[in-house]
């Protein structure tokens, strides 16, 4: 699969645009994703990952990352809308400073999690608990890096 274009591509291309900065909204979808991501490692402490799960696990997982990327976007005074919005924002991660293999990995997230969505795929428990392995991985350098300004100063 593909990389996402570089974040600038998707702002000439009218899928990212310029907006006020939005620190209401921001702080919204970081406390979304601060109780999302409790739950989730509560339910799957509790539950495991299994068959029955897996999808509603992969879901959630790319929601919390999603949320967290929306924020950051907010804070800088962008917003997405349109076809590839998603793809759109997993390419700031790379502005962020994320590598290739965490583009690359959450844009087949992406992909897998639209197949669920939207063609009723069903995704097996090992995907599901790598994908919450890289969730655990990922999520509080993501946050720290949503959180904190372009020069390190705390916004929240």
Same mark, same amino acid.
């Given at each position: 699969?593909?990389?996402?274009? /570089?974040? #600038?591509?998707?702002?000439?291309?009218?899928?990212?645009?310029?907006?006020?900065?939005?620190? #209401? !909204?921001?702080?919204?979808? *970081?406390?979304?994703? #601060?109780?999302?991501?409790?739950?989730?490692?509560? !339910?799957?402490?509790?539950?495991? *990952? /299994? !068959?029955?799960?897996?999808?509603? *696990?992969?879901?959630?997982?790319?929601?919390? *990352? &999603? #949320? &967290?990327? !929306? @924020?950051?976007? &907010?804070?800088?005074?962008?917003?997405?809308?349109?076809?590839?919005?998603?793809? @759109?924002?997993?390419?700031?991660?790379?502005?962020?400073?994320?590598? /290739?293999?965490? &583009?690359?990995?959450?844009?087949?997230?992406?992909?897998?999690?639209?197949?669920?969505?939207?063609?009723?795929?069903?995704?097996?428990?090992?995907?599901? @608990?790598?994908?919450?392995?890289?969730?655990?991985?990922?999520?509080?350098?993501?946050?720290?890096?949503?959180?904190?300004?372009?020069?390190?100063?705390?916004?929240?």
């Amino acid at each position: 699969m593909r990389l996402p274009k /570089d974040f #600038e591509s998707y702002v000439r291309e009218g899928m990212i645009r310029r907006t006020a900065i939005n620190k #209401e !909204r921001a702080g919204f979808f *970081i406390n979304e994703s #601060e109780i999302s991501y409790g739950g989730l490692k509560k !339910r799957v402490g509790v539950m495991g *990952i /299994d !068959r029955e799960n897996s999808n509603s *696990i992969i879901k959630d997982c790319y929601d919390i *990352i &999603l #949320e &967290l990327i !929306r @924020a950051k976007l &907010l804070l800088e005074g962008y917003v997405s809308s349109g076809n590839y919005a998603h793809e @759109a924002e997993i390419s700031y991660l790379k502005v962020l400073g994320f590598g /290739d293999n965490d &583009l690359s990995f959450l844009n087949e997230l992406r992909y897998n999690r639209n197949s669920i969505m939207y063609y009723g795929k069903l995704l097996d428990r090992d995907y599901a @608990a790598l994908v919450f392995e890289y969730l655990e991985k990922i999520y509080n350098d993501l946050k720290l890096k949503v959180k904190n300004g372009k020069e390190g100063d705390e916004l929240f």
